[in-house]
């Protein structure tokens, strides 16, 4: 799964040029606890930084130090991913190796992540040069538009005014007259400055447009279904790309799509792709989830997938190979692997040797307590009762959490967590989900819309549900 969040950083605080103390005062606004494994992560992209310092001779055998975080669901190894992704300026992946099957097999191969990697990472980059052309752009689309507002005048044939009953010998006359040139200026500029203004969105317009219709082609090849219909993509686009067709849209419509087009003409895609393959092995992040149920090794050989099998697939892409990419070939020498899994039914010694060797940090997250569900319910800056609190707003409705309706809550969570499947702080979101539900359901409709939650609403609300063993496995 890739994820792509909108920031919540502050510009100058990206993540190549802060401290390691930075990278986890910054995990510490959004994760509660976990500081061991805050401070491996924040070492371990500290020192990817250091080795991008270093002189080529020495970098080139600095090895990146992958991590495993080791821990039950939901205390915090996701979180930690999501957080970074979102601080990262470098191209960063989250994936399941659930996903993965080895050679030979239907399913999704592991080279694919490295792909999905070079994906994102030229997507930054054509992101960078966007702005870096955006300037340009705003400007050559408006002169467009004006063109199709107010023709130009003819350097031949003249100006054609056709609301005028002039024959076109007069217009010609006119049209080289240095008064008609000073109207039309003043004209044009006239729309210009309703046209930036914003004026002049709902006037249609005609323009041409490109036809992007290609045709569905699937080949399955040795590099996937996926990669070869890009390929095949890219050998037939040209046949299609010349045919256009007139269309009228509105002129705020026709700037959006001119801007593609511009942005298009401007930016040099094979400089793109260059930087971004440098940018993916050089800066590439890979979160690869769910690393435990891989774990194991097969004595038998039957004909279901090996798990051994994708555990040695996924080896030499740690260890360091070269991928071939739609973009070209790609190294992952010194792409840092952050591996995540709660080992509840295996242990990380059941991988495979060699990739053991290759995740030579271990952190082992600790479980969450009562006191770390009442921070992570008041504490990160988007915690769950501000969020609550945010959502009824909208709706005029103001609610108040007591302390001691939050030390309930709290201790219910933890309740339910030993009862039944421990999925520690994500019972947080179930338990408040009960909790607010008439709150939620009433919206608009409440009176009074100030509401005050204690600890006795919380037992009203959550008592019985909480006693009820079989109710509470289905509900919380």
Do not use: C, W
Request: no cysteine; net charge negative.
């Amino acid at each position: 799964m890739v994820i792509y969040l909108a920031g919540e950083v502050d510009e100058e605080a990206r993540l190549d040029e802060m401290s390691p103390r930075q990278i986890v005062s910054e995990l510490d606004k959004h994760v509660v606890g976990q500081r061991n494994a805050k401070r491996a992560v924040a070492v371990a992209l500290r020192n990817r930084v250091r080795r991008q310092k270093l002189a080529p001779e020495m970098a080139v055998d600095v090895m990146p130090k992958n991590i495993i975080m080791i821990g039950s669901t939901g205390i915090g190894k996701t979180e930690i991913a999501r957080r970074l992704a979102r601080m990262s300026n470098s191209p960063f992946l989250k994936v399941e190796a659930s996903k993965f099957t080895e050679v030979g097999y239907v399913g999704r191969d592991v080279e694919s992540m490295i792909r999905d990697l070079t994906e994102i990472s030229i997507e930054i980059t054509r992101q960078e040069k966007s702005e870096e052309v955006a300037e340009k752009a705003e400007l050559n689309v408006e002169e467009r538009i004006l063109d199709l507002l107010l023709p130009p005048l003819r350097s031949n044939a003249g100006y054609f005014d056709f609301d005028s009953e002039t024959s076109e010998e007069e217009t010609t006359e006119e049209a080289d007259s240095p008064a008609k040139d000073e109207q039309f200026q003043r004209t044009r500029e006239k729309l210009r400055t309703q046209l930036r203004s914003g004026k002049l969105d709902n006037r249609l317009i005609e323009l041409e447009v490109r036809e992007k219709n290609f045709p569905v082609i699937e080949l399955a090849g040795p590099q996937g279904v996926e990669e070869m219909g890009i390929n095949m993509k890219d050998m037939l686009g040209n046949l299609f790309q010349g045919r256009t067709k007139r269309r009228k849209m509105r002129v705020d419509e026709a700037i959006e799509y001119m801007m593609q087009e511009e942005e298009e003409r401007l930016i040099d895609m094979d400089q793109v792709a260059r930087a971004a393959i440098e940018r993916v092995e050089n800066s590439g992040i890979i979160f690869l989830d769910e690393i435990d149920k891989i774990a194991g090794r097969e004595s038998g050989h039957g004909p279901d997938v090996s798990r051994e099998g994708v555990q040695r697939d996924i080896l030499p892409i740690v260890e360091g190979t070269t991928v071939n990419s739609r973009y070209g070939m790609v190294r992952t020498d010194h792409i840092l692997f952050i591996a995540a899994g709660a080992f509840h039914v295996s242990k990380p010694s059941d991988l495979i040797p060699e990739l053991q060797g290759r995740f030579p940090i271990r952190v082992e997250l600790e479980s969450l307590t009562i006191e770390d569900f009442k921070r992570i319910l008041t504490e990160p800056r988007n915690a769950l009762i501000k969020q609550y609190q945010a959502m009824m707003e909208t709706e005029g409705v103001t609610i108040e959490f007591t302390g001691d309706a939050i030390d309930s809550i709290a201790n219910f969570a933890a309740q339910v967590n030993q009862q039944t499947e421990d999925i520690g702080a994500r019972r947080l979101q179930t338990i408040m989900e009960k909790l607010l539900e008439e709150i939620s359901f009433e919206g608009p409709d409440l009176e009074p819309k100030k509401q005050r939650i204690d600890a006795a609403y919380v037992e009203n609300m959550l008592a019985a549900t909480v006693k009820d063993q079989d109710l509470s496995r289905y509900i919380l």
